[in-house]
């Protein structure tokens, strides 16, 4: 006789885990889920009051910053940077985040790591207003190697149509205004990791004095949530585009919002940059490279029309939050760069 868990697939230890998963995931239900974990599908209605409703929808991973959680041996952080990946580039749109499901998969499931995954999961879902509201666990025998597993989210938010945000409106003269990141957030890890911890062999467990804390805590750092802050900043009416500063760093992803016949100009020394950068620099990354790759601490821009820069500054520091004046709209010349940085 054999049995699905000599072949390496033990559904107990994935009941007990989905179990886990059911308690923690009501803490992030809103008044519009309907259904939600526990059946083949889940149930959600699309919230009153909206004219014409828009659903927008992103999926992302966490990329090989996964490789730093399985080498500390911390698993609690992660789930937060896939939130964090999918639902603000959903954001962008000005679009409200409805609810978030996750894909798990592992070569062998261990639920104590699986479960802490979760909750950084569910964690992430309570910080971005949006609920958990299904997911799936894959345990794939011979797939993966030991301890190791990987992630992937899909978001979904809904926007008036009215009120999304296509960057069909900037202007030149417009402001753009940076949003700080918490540092590296989930990107640049493939190159961050063979730089410090290959070629520069730093430790992990080790404290940097130029960061304040170990290699492994700034490195895992979680990626930030910009839910409230968009919140704040749409509600002035005088955002003109925003932009998720993801793969591609400043170079490639701020033209992304912003129509081709304009520039970005982005004033360097405007905003702070967290030490983390520094030190990848000095480590022998050219700056071209530094800004086409990393956020360089600006994890979300905003182009707001200059007459509406006080109302945004005073909407964020209303809840606790700031932003810095990081550059301008300018018409773009004939063959002219999409973003020009200047000191």
């Known amino acids: 006789m054999i049995t699905y868990k000599d072949s390496g697939v033990d559904i107990d230890a994935a009941d007990a885990l989905v179990r886990r998963i059911a308690e923690r995931t009501r803490s992030t239900y809103t008044e519009n889920v309907?259904?939600?974990?526990?059946?083949?599908?889940?149930?959600?209605?699309?919230?009153e009051g909206m004219r014409e409703p828009v659903l927008v929808a992103g999926t992302d991973g966490v990329g090989t910053k996964l490789r730093v959680a399985f080498a500390a041996g911390k698993h609690d952080t992660v789930g937060i940077d896939l939130v964090a990946m999918c639902v603000n580039d959903v954001l962008v749109c000005?679009?409200?985040?409805?609810?978030?499901l996750d894909y798990f998969?592992?070569?062998k499931l261990d639920v104590g790591v699986a479960d802490q995954v979760i909750a950084g999961v569910v964690e992430g879902c309570l910080r971005a207003g949006c609920a958990l509201v299904g997911g799936e666990t894959a345990e794939m025998p011979d797939s993966y190697p030991p301890g190791e597993y990987d992630l992937a989210g899909f978001a979904v938010g809904v926007v008036d149509r009215s009120m999304a945000l296509t960057g069909r409106d900037v202007q030149a003269g417009d402001l753009v205004l940076g949003l700080?990141?918490?540092?590296?957030?989930?990107?640049?890890?493939s190159l961050a990791r063979h730089l410090l911890l290959d070629r520069l062999a730093m430790p992990l467990g080790g404290r940097v004095e130029e960061l304040?804390?170990?290699?492994?805590e700034e490195l895992l750092r979680p990626?930030?949530?910009y839910a409230r802050e968009t919140a704040a900043l749409l509600a002035t009416g005088r955002v003109r585009s925003l932009a998720h500063i993801t793969g591609g760093g400043l170079v490639e992803n701020p033209p992304r919002t912003v129509p081709e016949g304009f520039t970005l100009v982005f004033r360097e020394g405007s905003w702070p940059v967290p030490p983390i950068f520094g030190l990848i620099e000095k480590g022998g990354v050219p700056r071209e490279e530094m800004l086409r790759t990393f956020n360089m601490g600006l994890g979300m821009v905003a182009v707001v029309d200059r007459g509406g820069l006080?109302?945004?500054t005073g909407a964020l520091g209303a809840i606790g939050a700031g932003a810095a004046v990081v550059g301008r709209v300018e018409p773009r010349g004939a063959g002219g760069p999409r973003v020009r940085f200047e000191r």
């Open 180 to 189: 700080a990141s918490s540092g590296l957030h989930s990107n640049g890890y």
């Open 94 to 100: 000005g679009a409200r985040p409805l609810f978030f």
């Open 223 to 225: 990626t930030k949530i």
């Open 34 to 47: 309907l259904a939600g974990v526990g059946g083949f599908s889940s149930l959600v209605k699309v919230p």
């Open 212 to 216: 304040g804390c170990t290699l492994a």
């Open 310 to 312: 006080e109302a945004c």
């Open 105 to 107: 998969a592992c070569g």
